[in-house]
T-cell receptor, first 115, second 113 residues
Framework: KAGVTQTPRYLIKTRGQQVTLSCSPISGHRSVSWYQQTPGQGLQFLFEYFSETQRNKGNFPGRFSGRQFSNSRSEMNVSTLELGDSALYLC??????????????FGQGTRLTVV | AQSVTQLGSHVSVSEGALVLLRCNYSSSVPPYLFWYVQYPNQGLQLLLKYTTGATLVKGINGFEAEFKKSETSFHLTKPSAHMSDAAEYFCAVSVSTASKLTFGTGTRLQVTL
């Protein structure tokens, strides 16, 4: 079965712009989580969506937002981009039910560069 | 809340030598523990996981890890390193009923001839 698909793979934006990243989870998975990876802060949890509802949120400013559609695809948006938002953004797909973390699959990531 | 500490940000071994990457965790409830590998500009690939049951867990590519509750550790080992093992390795912890993973800071493994 197809893996987790993230688009685009690479993106260059200018400071102050906004950006939208997309994630298509594994078929049948209803939970989508987003992580930010930077050399300084490592891997940090942004938020999780399940059945179109945000269920969990990390410690990021309100410029970072997301949503999930009825087909479980998810988008995350970052407004008013800052240089520090340059990172690899990883999407993770999990099934419903208990033991979700043990069945999590990651996408290849979107490399965002803010100039 | 849970946390993970990975000792050593860089580990260098010779090809054919034992690989040992250290991970200690903190969790107020029984944890799920994971090791992931990441190659440059790639996502995270699951190497192995501990959920319940047998404390010695075997994963892909010859890696294994042992859950030691008394030491709150989940160290990753491989008997004989291969050049293709050079990558960054992340230990992670989660609680059973959530999707959120809390990661360590990662260990970059270098394999030399």
């Amino acid at each position: 079965k197809a893996g987790v698909t993230q688009t685009p793979r690479y993106l260059i934006k200018t400071r102050g712009q906004q950006v939208t990243l997309s994630c298509s989870p594994i078929s049948g998975h209803r939970s989508v989580s987003w992580y930010q990876q930077t050399p300084g802060q490592g891997l940090q949890f942004l938020f999780e969506y399940f059945s179109e509802t945000q269920r969990n949120k990390g410690n990021f400013p309100g410029r970072f937002s997301g949503r999930q559609f009825s087909n479980s695809r998810s988008e995350m948006n970052v407004s008013t981009l800052e240089l520090g938002d340059s990172a690899l953004y990883l999407c993770a797909s999990s099934p419903a039910g208990l033991s979700r973390a043990s069945s999590t699959v990651f996408g290849q990531g979107t490399r965002l560069t803010v100039v | 809340a849970q946390s993970v500490t990975q000792l050593g940000s860089h580990v260098s071994v010779s090809e054919g030598a034992l690989v040992l990457l250290r991970c200690n965790y903190s969790s107020s409830v029984p944890p799920y523990l994971f090791w992931y590998v990441q190659y440059p500009n790639q996502g995270l690939q699951l190497l192995l996981k501990y959920t319940t049951g047998a404390t010695l867990v075997k994963g892909i590519n010859g890696f294994e890890a042992e859950f030691k509750k008394s030491e709150t550790s989940f160290h990753l080992t491989k008997p004989s390193a291969h050049m293709s093992d050079a990558a960054e390795y992340f230990c992670a912890v989660s609680v059973s009923t959530a999707s959120k993973l809390t990661f360590g800071t990662g260990t970059r493994l270098q394999v030399t001839l």
